[in-house]
């Protein structure tokens, strides 16, 4: 069993790597720092004693995204399941946001699932099927002032991903959406809130690993993990 989580070595990320890595699945790392991928790639392997591969996926240049789709894709093994965790957050009025942090954030918010959804579609499909897991938000279901680009990408990767879990599902391809409150990683730390409320990675983790579970006749499309408490 392989999974693929791009995001690998962000907060959210490193948390779910270390989740499926202790049910003994194999892991592919994607992200945009070489020495942090190698890193976490060498914990992994170390201490799960599963096989584990790690490649450059930087949306900021589409030959390292369609190198390592390419790579993967030459991967012997079923790749069972693709997670989609890799995000920018940009925070400020709206007034000062520039074209070149609007493209950041729907590129790595949006396109890189996009392009990582088609550009596994073959192996996902491969005998009997496999899962997309898309990490939304809070913010796929309303507005917060500060947030408006975060906001307009992640109600985009929930239409994403309810739209295409309908194209690809007669192919045994499903596609879900877990979309959390503030999660308490380095990405939260703009916000001038309460951070003993946050969600703890930990506990997302397992959420994430629990969606995975289910191969029956029941399919958890989305969830919406809120907060207990907002202060």
Partial sequence: MIVVISGATGGIGAEVVKKFASKGYSIVLLGRDLEKLSNLSYFIGKNYKVNVWHYLCNIMDKDSVDLCIENINKIEEKINLLINIAGVFPYGPIMDVNM????????????????????????????????????????????????????????????????????????????????????????????????????????????????????GNMLIEEVRAIRRNIK
């Avoid at 009997?128 to 990408?153: E, Q, R």
């Fill in 100 to 215: 070149g942090t609007y493209n950041d954030c729907l590129d790595v918010n949006l396109k890189l699932p996009f392009m990582l959804s088609t550009g596994l579609f073959d192996s996902l499909k491969k005998n009997g099927g496999g899962k997309i897991i898309n990490i939304g938000s809070s913010s796929s279901y309303a507005g917060f002032k500060n947030t408006v680009i975060y906001c307009a990408s992640k109600h985009a990767i929930l239409g994403f991903s309810r739209a295409l879990h309908d194209e690809w599902k007669d192919y045994g391809v499903t596609v879900h959406c877990i979309s959390p409150g503030t999660v308490d990683t380095d990405m939260a730390n703009i916000l001038a809130q309460d951070r003993s409320t946050y969600i703890k990675t930990e506990e997302f983790s397992e959420l994430v690993y629990d969606i995975n579970r289910y191969s």
